[in-house]
């Protein structure tokens, strides 16, 4: 089973980018479903980008045409390139890792788009 650690939040500008990246630690990466979600001030957690393993894709409405989801399985690794930031995207970004009925997540990464 994996566990990941999100890495790459930070402070950007309206209409900036950042590059989130989930390091995953443990077997059959390649086999996992990854995703990734976030959780605003007083709203529900929501699914943002989700990457099988066969590498289809799937993003929320939200930021589809503005964000990236990849997966380098040699690095175990899963990114999330975000690009015309908006001030609506400021939320805690967590790394989901899923395969059966086995689900786990990350502890966040911050990001704040503001002026």
């Known amino acids: 089973q994996v566990q990941v650690v999100e890495s790459g939040g930070g402070l950007v500008q309206p209409g900036g980018s950042l590059r989130l990246s989930c390091a995953a630690s443990g077997s059959f990466f390649s086999f996992y479903t990854m995703g990734w979600s976030r959780q605003a001030p007083g709203k529900q957690r929501e699914l943002v980008a989700r990457?099988?393993?066969?590498?289809?894709?799937n993003y929320a409405d939200s930021v589809k045409g503005r964000f990236t989801i990849s997966r380098d399985n040699a690095k175990k690794t899963v990114y999330l390139q975000m690009n015309s930031l908006k001030p609506e995207d400021t939320a805690v970004y967590y790394c989901?890792?899923?395969?059966?009925?086995?689900?786990?997540w990350g502890q966040g990464t911050q990001v704040t788009v503001s002026s």
């Open positions: 990457i099988t393993s066969s590498s289809n894709t």
């Open positions: 989901n890792a899923e395969r059966g009925s086995y689900y786990t």
